[in-house]
């Protein structure tokens, strides 16, 4: 994973050391992900609601009968990640793509016939790579202005701020 970041990451920010944050701004401008929002299931409701402050990729409030999640689509790579979605309607910290070989315990919300599992086929099928709370947590070598230490895939691929 940290090679194939570091070469979306280059192309993406221009350096890892002294990153261009302007140029993010302009891959979320072009909106790279319509297609992929707009193959989603009718029955869902999605809510683009990506904040070009601080989001470093596509986000989206996708509610379903029963439940929801934010799902998060980098435009660094191919990466996404899913958070579940509170009843009040705000991103949960729970991290609904399970690491693999996970056990099954831990991947219930992925499991088939879910809405979750529908979203994580779907979001895989488009080409993106699914990543964990696990995955999310490991640090990379990009240098971020207002970090306080080590930077996050999280932080690298979705949302530094």
Same mark, same amino acid.
């Given at each position: 994973?940290?090679?194939?970041?570091e /070469?979306?990451?280059?192309?993406?920010?221009?350096s890892?050391?002294?990153?261009?944050?302007?140029?993010?701004?302009?891959?979320?401008?072009?909106?790279?992900?319509?297609?992929? =929002?707009?193959?989603?299931?009718?029955?869902?409701?999605?809510?683009?609601?990506?904040?070009?402050?601080?989001?470093?990729?596509?986000?989206?409030?996708?509610?379903?009968?029963?439940?929801?999640?934010?799902?998060?689509?980098?435009?660094?790579?191919?990466?996404?990640?899913?958070?579940?979605?509170?009843?009040?309607?705000?991103?949960?910290? =729970?991290?609904?793509?399970?690491a693999?070989?996970?056990?099954?315990? =831990?991947?219930?919300?992925?499991?088939?016939?879910? /809405?979750?599992?529908?979203?994580?086929?779907?979001?895989?099928?488009?080409?993106?790579?699914?990543?964990?709370?696990?995955?999310?947590?490991?640090?990379?070598?990009? =240098?971020?202005?207002?970090?306080?230490?080590?930077?996050?895939?999280?932080?690298?691929?979705?949302?530094?701020?």
């Amino acid at each position: 994973m940290t090679a194939a970041f570091e /070469e979306f990451a280059r192309r993406a920010y221009g350096s890892l050391d002294h990153p261009a944050y302007h140029r993010i701004g302009k891959l979320l401008e072009q909106d790279p992900y319509r297609p992929f =929002r707009a193959s989603l299931p009718s029955s869902w409701q999605v809510e683009d609601i990506t904040d070009d402050n601080c989001d470093v990729g596509s986000v989206w409030r996708i509610g379903w009968a029963g439940g929801g999640a934010v799902l998060r689509l980098s435009v660094i790579g191919p990466y996404a990640t899913a958070f579940a979605l509170h009843p009040d309607g705000y991103e949960t910290d =729970r991290c609904l793509f399970p690491a693999p070989g996970a056990p099954a315990a =831990r991947a219930s919300a992925a499991e088939p016939g879910t /809405e979750v599992h529908r979203l994580a086929a779907l979001t895989r099928a488009a080409g993106f790579a699914l990543l964990s709370a696990p995955e999310l947590a490991r640090t990379v070598p990009l =240098r971020l202005p207002d970090a306080d230490g080590p930077v996050t895939l999280y932080e690298a691929l979705f949302c530094f701020a």
